[in-house]
T-cell receptor, first 112, second 114 residues
Framework: ETGVTQTPRHLVMGMTNKKSLKCEQH?????MYWYKQSAKKPLELMFV???????ENNSVPSRFSPECPNSSHLFLHLHTLQPEDSALYLC???????????FGQGTRLTVV | DQQVKQNSPSLSVQEGRISILNCDYT??????FLWYKKYPAEGPTFLIS?????DKNEDGRFTVFLNKSAKHLSLHIVPSQPGDSAVYFC?????????????FGKGTRLSVIA
């Protein structure tokens, strides 16, 4: 069992759909993150949660809405996305912000 | 403006030889550096790290060197193996300044040729 589990692995959605990405970590970590990876770009930090509190929102459009109900679970709610939002969305966790982050396998999102 | 730069998008190395991946950073507050390895369709996996109080850290075939004055670090893999073929990401954070989240470079695709 991997330490950080993301579901679904693949998602195709229309621009008018609403969907959610789920992340669960079994490592007892206190910080959780959403990253976006697009082709030929660095991993882009989207959101940071520390002890369930959002501590960073990296100018992410409001069509992406994170939720952290507890320190083990993290969601990314998606609505009215654009085709350019198609990317690999990665969840990660770490004991503290800035220390080694452990990543899930990612959700490959395609917006059509 | 990119704070962590990996200027070589790709690198090809013969099996058994040394692979050297380079990374430069601009933020002088960074004091903790990491390398991650990523296979297609998987998330990045942590490989090795180094704190700014050191200039070298070694773990088996992997060695990371840090040159603080040049704001440069490198990852050496020796001997290189075909299974090392992956994308390698350099990352940095400012742990001593309140634990900032990791900042990643664009990655370097390493191909180890048998």
């Amino acid at each position: 069992e991997t330490g950080v589990t993301q579901t679904p692995r693949h998602l195709v959605m229309g621009m008018t759909n609403k969907k959610s990405l789920k992340c669960e970590q079994h490592l007892g970590h206190n910080a959780m993150y959403w990253y976006k990876q697009s082709a030929k770009k660095p991993l882009e930090l989207m959101f940071v949660y520390n002890f369930k509190e959002q501590t960073e929102n990296n100018s992410v459009p409001s069509r992406f809405s994170p939720e952290c109900p507890n320190s083990s679970h993290l969601f990314l709610h998606l609505h009215t996305l654009q085709p350019e939002d198609s990317a690999l969305y990665l969840c990660a966790s770490s004991q503290a912000t800035g220390t080694e982050a452990f990543f899930g396998q990612g959700t490959r999102l395609t917006v059509v | 403006d990119q704070q962590v730069k990996q200027n070589s998008p790709s690198l090809s190395v013969q099996e058994g030889r040394i692979s050297i991946l380079n990374c430069d950073y601009t933020n002088s507050m960074f004091d903790y550096f990491l390398w991650y390895k990523k296979y297609p369709a998987e998330g990045p996996t942590f490989l090795i790290s180094i704190s700014s109080i050191k200039d070298k850290n070694e773990d088996g075939r992997f060695t990371v060197f840090l040159n603080k004055s040049a704001k440069h670090l490198s990852l050496h893999i020796v001997p290189s193996q075909p299974g090392d073929s992956a994308v390698y990401f350099c990352a940095a954070s400012a742990v001593g300044s309140g634990n900032t989240p990791l900042v990643f470079g664009k990655g370097t695709r390493l191909s180890v040729i048998a």
